[in-house]
């Protein structure tokens, strides 16, 4: 159920931004993996090297949440809209702080301006209402982008 | 698969920390069910002293009660504990506030017996006079009954307060109400009776019978002095004016605005101690003939004083009948709080490692500190035993106690003036502002009134001075010894004690157990972690209204790992020491708090969890300094959500407030 005051996901993920990532990797390669995968989204606003570092700065106060779903987020001046990228990890991670294993982490990228706070705000608590244990499994088992981003769009 | 976040399988509610706050014609009704007792005995036992002008010195101590009232107002707008061990402790130090303790503890063991036996007088007398008109001649000898009587209360109270039934202001107010209506009644029919019959004014000559006189019978020249009578009668009438020290006790729990309420409550207390204890002890001497008052009536004055009034018998007997029962629920309420006030001070004390923790034990099933409170029960019973129902000889001895705290008290604060300089909510009158200094006039005029009763006290009561300095020195030693104990098992054991307060704590298994007491229709959660960092908890404290709002004080204990189940643990140090700062904070602004302790793998998840079982309207966090106001809303935020029911979209204001500055932000 979409929220009147919040914004939808499935309108700031777009499909191509749904990474379905092979293998094993370690929770600083999702975070690479992600912000190079959503560059494109914010190239002639950021450099490649400065999003990273913006977002891994967040991420050292960052904590995995115990429903195996991970949100590395980073508010940037620069930008005046959300964008966000979704890595799918059929095979999860294991995030050696919490002992959680980790199937499905979306970068998110928000506005570093006051009015955007709220909206922020609400967006992460969103994320982690609509991405529960279930619902991981459930993306997790899909082929592609699109059909997460139905998903989302019916979860929503 | 991931396990869903842990429930919260571990609740431990400070149910001694959830208190519920009183206005001040509760807690005036508190001090005077013990101070308002002392009409019942004070008028006999200062007559059996100096003679028919005792009137005037029970209406002098009477308005000398507004005095010292106004003393404790000072002292607690300084501290919201401040009886007057912490205000000796703070001027005088650690020694004198022991001794003052000390006199104290002769104050509260003798407030028992004094009221108990004088119940017991009253209810013999309505006994002597009922008895015979329902056919019954049987008589027991009064002071044998009163003894009996008084023993038996005793018992009773002290078994109570084993039990931990508290003190309930409610049932105070209720007497009062009562002994209120009696009171008026008999002030009115006693009017009326004095307008019929017409009245002599009391003689102001003193007449000092010879064991009023005591040591001074010895040192003839002082008798001349007329001064010196003057305040040795004041001194034998000042027990009037015992159980002002319940003020600075029931002060914690007013309800906001305390000073206001405080000031508010104290006037009461005045205006009803003059008109019922001093303007009730004048009529009864201008109505009974003076043999009487110092023969049959000297243990019941307001039981003759009924007995003596114009009109039929039968009346009179039902006006008696009403006075005593009446009497008899004040004198007995004034036991319980003496049993109630010896403990809490006791507590105290022994918080601050004076009296050995042995006596700190908890009661295995009810949780209260039953050493304590058998200690002073057996003190009182084995009083009341000792004295053979005498009321005279305890009179006299309570006011050693009485006059000896108001003393340290007065002088404390007059010291405190000088030595702490920080702005008072209110300050008693009469100043003269020198610096930054108020130099206390007016309070330096009363504490010359003490120091010469004291003195004039310390020499024509024998008994008193005697026992006095012989309790009060048992109980330093008790003191003095508990403390060298207690110093050196806290060398020996540094890790294992700790000189704190014990908090009584109740575990539930989960937080719906909890849910039911929290039903005022706003709640605000507000997350507590470090004593130091309470701003957020003061913002909510100086802001929420009492009656409409419950304000959960959560602290969060982080266990390690997913798994919580059959996590357990006693509450720590830290947090006993988070837990008092959170109760005095709530008890200067007169607001209850419902503090818990979770377990929880995640600070941000307990807050969430029992936020949204509780239903909260607002969270309200401190800010921390590790990782900043708004990551601590991500976090929140994110938890919030995660833990959310579908569907649920009731709005809730979460607030990190620092030092002038607040962000503030809802959850959805």
Request: glycine share 8%; charged share 20%; proline share 4%.
């Amino acid at each position: 159920m979409i929220r009147p005051e919040e914004i939808p996901l499935a309108s700031i993920l777009q499909s191509d931004y749904v990474f379905f990532l092979k293998g094993a990797p370690s929770k600083e390669e999702t975070v690479k993996l992600l912000t190079d995968g959503l560059y494109p989204q914010v190239s002639t606003l950021v450099s490649a090297r400065t999003l990273y570092e913006r977002v891994t700065e967040v991420e050292k106060l960052n904590n995995v949440l115990p429903t195996g779903f991970y949100i590395p987020h980073a508010k940037l001046a620069e930008i005046s809209q959300f964008h966000a990228a979704l890595a799918v990890i059929p095979e999860g991670f294991l995030d050696p702080k919490s002992g959680i294993t980790v199937k499905a982490a979306l970068l998110l990228l928000t506005p570093n301006k006051p009015f955007f706070f709220q909206r922020h705000l609400n967006m992460l608590s969103k994320l982690s209402r609509l991405f529960q244990p279930e619902f991981i499994d459930s993306i997790v088992s899909m082929k592609n982008g699109t059909q997460v981003h139905e998903a989302i769009g019916k979860h929503e | 698969m991931n396990p869903q976040p842990s429930r919260l399988k571990q609740v431990l509610v400070l149910s001694t920390a959830m208190l519920s706050f009183i206005s001040f014609w509760k807690a005036a009704s508190v001090v005077l069910c013990d101070m308002g007792s002392s009409a019942f005995y004070a008028g006999g036992i200062a007559m059996n002293a100096f003679g028919p002008a005792f009137p005037w010195y029970v209406l002098a101590v009477m308005v000398f009660s507004g005095l010292m009232l106004m003393v404790y107002v000072e002292s607690c707008a300084m501290f919201v504990r401040g009886g007057v061990y912490r205000v000796v402790n703070e001027a005088m130090g650690h020694s004198m506030a022991k001794v003052s303790v000390s006199a104290l503890m002769f104050d509260y063991v003798l407030t028992g017996p004094i009221s108990s036996i004088s119940a017991g007088l009253y209810v013999s007398s309505l006994l002597y006079n009922l008895l015979p008109a329902a056919g019954i001649h049987w008589q027991v000898p009064p002071k044998l009954f009163a003894v009996i009587f008084a023993v038996a209360v005793t018992l009773y109270f002290w078994r109570e307060n084993i039990k931990g039934v508290e003190e309930s202001s409610d049932k105070n107010l209720k007497i009062m109400i009562f002994v209120s209506v009696a009171g008026a009644l008999l002030m009115v029919w006693a009017l009326l009776t004095v307008y019929l019959r017409g009245f002599r004014l009391p003689p102001l000559e003193l007449r000092f019978t010879r064991e009023a006189l005591g040591w001074v019978e010895h040192f003839p020249w002082l008798q001349t002095i007329g001064l010196a009578g003057v305040f040795m009668a004041f001194g034998h009438s000042v027990l009037a004016i015992g159980g002002l020290e319940t003020l600075a006790q029931v002060y914690r729990e007013v309800e906001d605005p305390k000073i206001k309420n405080l000031k508010k409550a104290a006037a009461l207390i005045f205006v009803f101690s003059l008109v019922f204890t001093g303007g009730l002890t004048f009529l009864a001497s201008a109505i009974i003939p003076g043999d009487l008052i110092a023969g049959k009536y000297a243990d019941n004055l307001l039981s003759g004083l009924a007995l003596e009034l114009a009109g039929p018998y039968w009346a009179r007997l039902a006006l008696q009948s009403f006075v005593v029962v009446s009497g008899s629920l004040m004198l007995v309420g004034a036991l319980n709080t003496s049993l109630v006030g010896a403990n809490g001070v006791l507590n105290r004390v022994a918080e601050d490692g004076i009296l050995h923790d042995w006596f700190r034990h908890l009661h295995g099933k009810y949780g209260t500190t039953y050493r304590m409170i058998n200690m002073v029960a057996l003190i009182q019973i084995a009083v009341i035993i000792l004295s053979r129902g005498d009321i005279y000889l305890i009179g006299e001895a309570y006011a050693f106690g009485v006059l000896w705290s108001l003393t340290f008290k007065t002088l404390s604060l007059i010291i405190l003036r000088f030595r702490d300089d920080m702005p008072r909510d209110w300050m008693f009158p009469f100043n003269l502002k020198i610096g930054k200094t108020y130099v206390p006039i007016g309070m330096c005029v009363v504490m010359v009134v003490l120091a010469c009763t004291v003195l004039m006290n310390l020499l024509t009561k024998r008994v008193a001075t005697v026992s006095g300095i012989a309790f009060t020195a048992v109980f330093f030693s008790v003191f003095q010894i508990s403390e060298g104990l207690n110093r050196k098992k806290a060398r020996l054991y540094v890790e294992e004690e700790d000189p704190e307060e014990k908090l009584n704590t109740r575990r539930e298994a989960d937080i719906g157990a909890i849910l039911p007491e929290l039903n005022k229709p706003r709640k605000i959660l507000v997350p507590v972690r470090n004593p130091n960092n309470l701003v957020h908890l003061k913002s909510v404290l100086e802001t929420a209204d009492d009656e409409s709002t419950d304000i959960i004080v959560l602290a969060a204990k982080i266990a390690k790992g997913m798994q919580l189940e059959g996590e357990s643990g006693d509450i720590t140090s830290d947090e006993k020491d988070l837990f008092s700062s959170v109760v005095l904070l709530a008890e200067k602004y007169g607001k209850t708090v419902r503090p818990m302790l979770v377990f929880s793998n995640d600070p941000f998840y307990s807050m969430a969890q029992v936020g949204q079982a509780a239903g909260v309207d607002e969270i309200v966090m401190g800010v921390s300094g590790a990782v900043g106001a708004e990551v601590q809303l991500e976090r929140l935020a994110m938890a919030w959500g995660m833990q959310e029911k579908s569907g649920s979209v009731r709005p809730v204001t979460a607030k990190v407030v620092w030092e002038g500055r607040q962000l503030s932000y809802k959850l959805s």
